[in-house]
């Protein structure tokens, strides 16, 4: 996985208005915080920290008052228009510490063409340790018949990767299409015909 050094500073400024002037200024509030000790509030560069969250479960080694805090994203708060980062909770880890976290499902492979792919769950919650937390995990499809499911059980985990979500949690499922649609249009041009025919009587 992705671990990235970001150069923090100490907020001695609290509320909206600090809030707002650090965005102003470039910077994300944030807090980190875990393993008992004291909350630490500061803010980081924006720019570097839009690029570093582009990757899933990225480690960020954060150093702040002379001071590497090694940590993981817990809580991302976007503006819900803009998507600009608003403010960040991030909680410390220790190498060698196994940690819970979410990680994305990409399906791959050829499925049954017959069917049209459901997406149920794109993630799955794994216990790994906070240095070797996989960015993604692969589920291949190949094979999977309209109809049926795969389940996070089915998701291959690498060596020291423990499933921890429900074995029986759908990830995918590929639904059998609808006749309906096809069906309607010759049943409502039957019906329409009788219609037609009876008009030009008239």
């Known amino acids: 996985m992705a671990e990235i050094k970001i150069t923090g500073t100490t907020r ?21 915080y875990g393993h008992g000790e004291k909350p ?36 991302i708060v976007r503006h819900p228009l803009k998507q600009i980062l608003e403010h960040i909770d991030l ?4 190498r060698g510490e196994r940690v819970t976290v979410s990680v994305p499902v990409h399906p791959t492979g050829e499925h049954d063409r017959d069917g049209i792919l459901e997406h149920v769950n794109n993630t799955i919650e794994v216990e790994a340790e906070a240095t070797a937390i996989p960015s993604s995990l692969g589920l291949n499809l190949t094979g999977l ?9 089915d998701v291959p985990l690498p060596a020291g990767v423990t499933l921890i979500s429900d074995p029986m949690t759908i990830v995918v499922h590929l639904s059998e299409r609808s ?5 309607t249009p010759v049943a409502a041009a039957a019906e329409a015909a009788p219609a037609a025919e ?3 009587k008239d």
């Open 12 to 32: 001695t400024e609290f509320g909206k208005g600090a809030s707002r002037r650090a965005r102003r200024d470039g910077l994300v509030p944030a807090v980190i």
């Open 179 to 183: 006749t309906a649609s096809e069906e």
């Open 40 to 75: 630490q509030h500061i803010t980081l560069p924006a720019r570097e920290l839009g690029v570093a969250l582009k990757q899933s479960n990225v480690l960020l080694e954060i150093l702040v008052d002379g001071k590497n805090e090694l940590t993981l994203p817990k809580a």
């Open 145 to 153: 018949a309209a109809g049926l499911s795969l389940y996070a059980k």
């Open 91 to 94: 909680v410390t880890v220790r």
């Open 198 to 200: 009876a008009e030009k």
